[in-house]
């Protein structure tokens, strides 16, 4: 406040970096229980698009994507898992 880079800002704010929009981009979800979709919807609301993973060595899910598969597709990747033997890499 003092030096004046608040009233400076292009913002209002004194974030140094952009803000991006959330609408279109592609959020991508491991752990698909109560958080994970929590997190869905208010992506949703947000205009992202959703991406799913599969439960790694678990049986394929109709809709939702390998790990490896959907990686490289998501612009935003959320994480809702526990930490186990079964979902370490």
Not at 51 to 79: F, M
Request: a positive charge.
């Amino acid at each position: 406040m003092r030096s004046g880079a608040w009233q400076r800002g292009e913002r209002f704010c004194l974030l140094e970096y952009p803000i991006r929009e959330l609408t279109g981009r592609k959020l991508g979800i491991v752990g698909y229980g109560a958080l994970g979709k929590g997190v869905a919807r208010a992506a949703q609301a947000f205009g992202m698009d959703l991406l799913v993973a599969n439960r790694p060595g678990g049986p394929p899910v109709a809709g939702r994507h390998d790990l490896e598969d959907l990686l490289p597709q998501v612009d935003v990747l959320s994480l809702h898992c526990p930490l186990t033997p079964a979902t370490q890499a």
